[in-house]
């Protein structure tokens, strides 16, 4: 098959008839076409990284209700305790949901922290493997558990996955024209979303929450997939694990094979390009300023997730409707769909809408954040729909602050510290995470024992 001029390889045709000009194919149409093709590998690739992350959130609930389980029945969760059996007036679980959050939430903290001063040594390739190992991992171990504390560890699991996912496809958007962000946030809003429906329609049709993880072990193939075959990167890329760099004008521009990857690897900010400013490797101080130029817009994106993690996790199971027609169960993961479709409508919103000031962002998901606070503390609220509303505003919130977080930072980053910068940023929102799962548990606990 011949090369375009990029290096890669043109359109396959069935017959020469159909497809008059393919050997003449311009660099317009060559570039179009791979432009086309790396933002569906972001937006496929932001799908996959956060789907295993979601799923275990939508069905924390589950997990933890296994510590109800009879002996004599393993195969799903017992029916919740009626209300009026106990002693206090809200319908908790022993353990609070928080507790899933944390576990789904550390690992990738302490990913994120270390990852972007020394995760240049691995290269992209390897770095996907353990994604997607991981990630199949945790389906599997969730799904047949026999007690929460392996669920636990299956979480622990996705959120390695998701970690690591996250600072290296980021850190990759460097090398890519700038509309492969909003692909990736696309991508992972609509991992939200079809997560958190995956899970509820699998329920609801009848499966239990172990066969319903079972079915989603084909996702992190599906990533792998994308990586290796639908990613089309341009030469200046790091090209670890897609083979030996070419070089335009050099006499071998053939796309290498995507399963075959290169004999020697290269560091992370190696190129194929003698694009000096990305191979010169940031010295400390370098990065500590890097870092200081960015908390104005890494804090008030910590406080959004704070405030809408300490909802999701701490208030939603408190926020239950003893009259609904829904069982506690299904309130919860109706919770989670609504606050991912949210999620995924206001981050792929950017192309219609940039917000630079993501403080107000900040403001707006606290205050919303104490309102349900109050809502839980005295009940007043008179129907779950108004609930339902307030919960897909907070997932408008949470999602507007993450694309436009990175995009400004994208834009405001000279090209020598992008690719640091946007490892750097992707720590805000789960630091925000991580704090807000250790007050929910607190928070869960005084409220479960109140009379």
Same mark, same amino acid.
Request: charge should be neutral; proline fraction near 6%.
């Given at each position: *098959? ?16 159909? %497809?008059?000009?393919?050997s ?5 149409? =060559?570039?179009?076409?791979?432009n086309?093709?790396?933002?569906m ?8 990284n956060n789907f295993?992350?979601? +799923? ?5 609930h ?7 389980v009879?002996?004599?029945?393993? =195969? $799903?969760?017992?029916p919740?305790i009626?209300?009026?059996?106990n ?6 679980n022993?353990?609070s949901?928080?507790?899933v959050?944390?576990?789904d939430?550390?690992p990738t903290?302490?990913?994120k922290?270390s990852?972007p001063?020394?995760i ?15 990630a ?6 969730v799904a047949?558990?026999t007690?929460p504390?392996?669920?636990?560890m299956?979480?622990?699991?996705a959120s390695?996955?998701?970690g690591l996912?996250e600072?290296t496809?980021l ?6 024209k700038s509309?492969? +962000?909003?692909?990736?946030a696309?991508?992972?809003g ?12 699998l329920? &609801?049709? $009848?499966?239990?929450? #172990?066969?319903?993880l079972?079915t989603?072990?084909v ?7 994308? %990586? ?7 030469p200046?890329?790091p ?11 050099a006499?071998?521009l ?6 075959t990857p290169?004999?020697t690897h #290269?560091?992370l900010?190696e190129s194929?390009?003698t694009?000096?400013? #990305?191979?010169?490797k940031?010295?400390?101080? &370098?990065?500590?300023?890097v870092?200081?130029?960015l908390l104005k %817009?890494?804090i ?6 704070f405030?809408?993690?300490?909802i999701?996790?701490g208030?939603?199971?408190l ?6 027609e829904?069982?506690?169960s299904?309130? %919860?993961r109706?919770y ?8 995924f409508?206001?981050?792929s919103s950017?192309r219609c809408?940039?917000?630079r000031h993501?403080? +107000?962002?900040?403001?707006l998901q606290?205050?919303n954040m104490?309102f ?10 008179p129907?779950?729909?108004?609930a339902?509303a307030?919960?897909?505003y907070? $997932?408008?919130?949470g999602?507007?602050?993450?694309v436009n977080t990175?995009h ?7 090209p020598?510290?992008r690719?640091f910068?946007m490892g750097?940023a992707?720590?805000a929102d789960?630091?925000?995470v991580s704090?807000s799962?250790?007050?929910? *548990? ?5 409220f479960c024992?109140?009379?």
């Amino acid at each position: *098959m011949e090369s375009s001029e990029g290096g890669w390889p043109r359109l396959p045709s069935d017959s020469e008839g159909e %497809y008059e000009d393919a050997s003449t194919m311009g660099p317009e149409t =060559t570039e179009d076409y791979s432009n086309w093709r790396n933002n569906m590998g972001f937006w496929m690739l932001g799908l996959c990284n956060n789907f295993a992350y979601v +799923v275990m959130l939508s069905a924390a609930h589950d997990i933890l209700s296994h510590e109800k389980v009879p002996p004599r029945n393993k =195969t $799903g969760p017992t029916p919740i305790i009626p209300l009026e059996d106990n002693t206090s007036r809200y319908d908790c679980n022993t353990i609070s949901t928080g507790a899933v959050l944390l576990a789904d939430i550390l690992p990738t903290l302490f990913i994120k922290l270390s990852a972007p001063f020394c995760i240049h040594w691995l290269p992209y390739g390897l770095r996907v493997g353990i994604c997607v190992v991981t990630a199949w991992g945790s389906f599997v171990l969730v799904a047949l558990s026999t007690s929460p504390a392996q669920s636990i560890m299956g979480v622990v699991l996705a959120s390695i996955s998701s970690g690591l996912g996250e600072i290296t496809y980021l850190a990759l958007t460097s090398f890519f024209k700038s509309a492969v +962000v909003s692909a990736w946030a696309s991508g992972t809003g609509a991992a939200g979303l079809i997560g958190a429906i995956s899970y509820l329609g699998l329920t &609801e049709a $009848g499966l239990s929450p #172990q066969l319903s993880l079972l079915t989603m072990t084909v996702i992190p193939l599906v990533m792998q997939a994308s %990586y290796c075959f639908l990613l089309a990167p341009p030469p200046q890329a790091p090209r670890c694990g897609w083979g030996t760099p070419s070089r335009r004008g050099a006499s071998s521009l053939r796309r290498p094979s995507m399963g075959t990857p290169s004999s020697t690897h #290269q560091p992370l900010l190696e190129s194929a390009t003698t694009n000096k400013s #990305q191979n010169n490797k940031l010295s400390v101080s &370098e990065k500590a300023h890097v870092v200081k130029s960015l908390l104005k %817009y890494l804090i008030p994106l910590a406080a959004v997730y704070f405030a809408e993690y300490f909802i999701n996790q701490g208030l939603f199971e408190l926020l239950y409707f003893k009259k609904a027609e829904m069982t506690h169960s299904q309130q %919860y993961r109706w919770y989670q769909m609504l606050y991912q479709a949210g999620v995924f409508i206001s981050r792929s919103s950017a192309r219609c809408i940039r917000i630079r000031h993501i403080w +107000v962002l900040a403001v707006l998901q606290c205050l919303n954040m104490v309102f349900l606070l109050f809502a839980v503390y005295y009940m007043f609220l008179p129907s779950i729909y108004l609930a339902f509303a307030l919960i897909l505003y907070e $997932g408008l919130l949470g999602g507007a602050g993450y694309v436009n977080t990175f995009h400004t930072v994208r834009e405001e980053s000279p090209p020598e510290h992008r690719e640091f910068a946007m490892g750097v940023a992707c720590i805000a929102d789960t630091l925000g995470v991580s704090l807000s799962g250790a007050v929910a *548990m607190p928070v869960h606990n005084y409220f479960c024992r109140l009379p």
